[in-house]
């Protein structure tokens, strides 16, 4: 079964205006006989007969989220001043803040909710000697989620490989991580890219996360590092989190763009000093998405025109639990993924 280069696609999705789709076969062009519809592309999926059009389900029929077409959803992480997840807060505990204007919350949980998570893997020449105990990290991860979990693969070096398309299978997964033909070229902003349009187009559920491991600096990229931001911060953006295998040295370069990539979307990047630490982190990181709030608004004041950009701050406080951290996305641009 032949690989999926990613990117291809994503340049000819780029020439019509659009984010890269992912999955396109590496030798299947698009048809010229069958335009593409980008309109059905980006918009949300439509309700299936007799289901409610402000409702959304997973495949199996498991957990349902209302939501309005306008309102805002963000998964949020709340930690203490000993960066202890505080799992316990109510509605009340939150203030939410969009273009400086305090929001009115139409729904709020703490559930254990299936996620779509998308694992990009840097497949380079110096990730060689990396690659046994990063994957037997992933598969900590994957093992330590939800049953119910969606979960792709992408390797990549110049370009990025769709391995293995949204599954819940271990051992479809595992086969995917060791698809390692090392390259010499890290496309790190692209493979974001492109995986962030398969999460958007193609997830089969609401949740989104995007996890990114590597070791090295962009240095093959078409998409800059801020264009790659501006792209994650979609409405329906996911969270991503990475883990730099950098070690004390200084790749000050790769380090800060790794920050930058988790910190608009929420997430969190780890530098570890040594591979032993990323089962630790990858365990963490299970612990992590399975413990977040879901807090949903319809935002209230501020510019709703296409592309403007709307700054989010987020807050808790609760008695007796001192200074609060919460993560989550820190704006989005309005209408569809910018490009």
Known sequence: MPRKNLLP??????????????????????APQ???QPMDNQKEPSAAPGQPADSSTDDEGGFVFKKEVQEVVLHATVVDEHRRLATHLDKASFTVLQDGRQQTITSFHRDDVPVAIGILIDNS??????????????????????????????N?????????????????????????SMGGSTALYDAVVSAAAHLKNNAPLDKRILLVITDGNDNMSRVTLQEAVRKLQDKSGPTL?????????AQHEGRDALQKLADATGGTAFFPDSLDQVSDITRSLAHDIRSQYTIAYKPQGGGSGAGAYHPI????????????????????YNGEMVR
């Open 241 to 249: 989190y990475a883990v730099g295998l950098m070690g004390l040295t």
């Open 156 to 180: 990549f070096t110049q370009n990025p490989y769709l391995d293995q398309d949204f599954t819940s299978d271990e051992s479809l997964l595992e086969k995917a991580l060791h698809q390692t």
């Open 9 to 30: 696609r994503l340049a000819f999705l780029m020439w019509l205006g659009m984010a890269g789709l992912a999955s396109a076969q590496q030798t299947a062009p698009p």
């Open 34 to 36: 069958q335009p593409p």
């Open 125 to 154: 020449g110096s990730m060689r000697d990396k690659r046994d105990q990063v994957n037997q990290a992933v598969m900590n991860l994957i093992r330590a989620s939800n049953p119910q979990d969606k979960v792709f693969v992408v």
């Open 313 to 332: 701050v987020v807050e808790a406080r609760a008695p007796g639990l001192g200074k609060l951290t919460v993560r989550t996305r820190n704006g989005y």
